[in-house]
């Protein structure tokens, strides 16, 4: 049988995984940088989880993205959270399948990043990055942006530090 929470006991000598445990995560694109970022978080102890992308997964994602054949035509969001819950089941996930740059999907956005403790950002899409930064920087809430070329030849990542970038 399962357990309700992580076992982490390999990796307590490396970090404290209780610490994070209250630790609210805002993820806007469940990409192929952004989806293993999110599983390496989870499994060293982030269980609270706002997963924002619009996207399914297609064909053309499988080369890169860690989703699997039998998801295919699934929303990122729903195979995140599935993922998450299946390492951690009592993990909490939230998940919005929206476009952010909609009144709709930025009102769900800045409610999601107030209640945030870090924002990760892996969005392709210079508008949607924009986005997540005027509200990051209004709101002062941390974030860290990454984004894989899309030729697979290196990416940018920056992080926003409240007061100090």
Known sequence: MLE?????RRIDHLLTPSALQDKVVVVIGLGS?????MQHLAMCGVSQWI???????????????PGMRKDLGKSKTVI????ILDRNPSA??????????????EKLLGDAIGNSSIVLC??????TREIVSRICVMLEKACVFALIYRTGFGGDAYLYDPGIT
């Not at 940088?33 to 970022?37: H, K, L, M, T």
């Not at 909490?92 to 740059?101: F, Y």
Request: charged share 30%.
């Open 4 to 8: 309700d929470a992580i076992d982490s």
């Open 122 to 127: 892996g969005t392709d899409n210079q508008n």
């Open 51 to 65: 997963l924002f992308d619009k996207d399914v997964l297609d064909e053309v994602n499988l080369v890169k993205h």
């Open 33 to 37: 940088g952004s989806f293993p970022a």
């Open 92 to 105: 909490i996930v939230t998940n919005h399948d929206v476009d952010i740059t909609t009144v709709e999907g």
């Open 80 to 83: 995140g959270k599935e993922w």
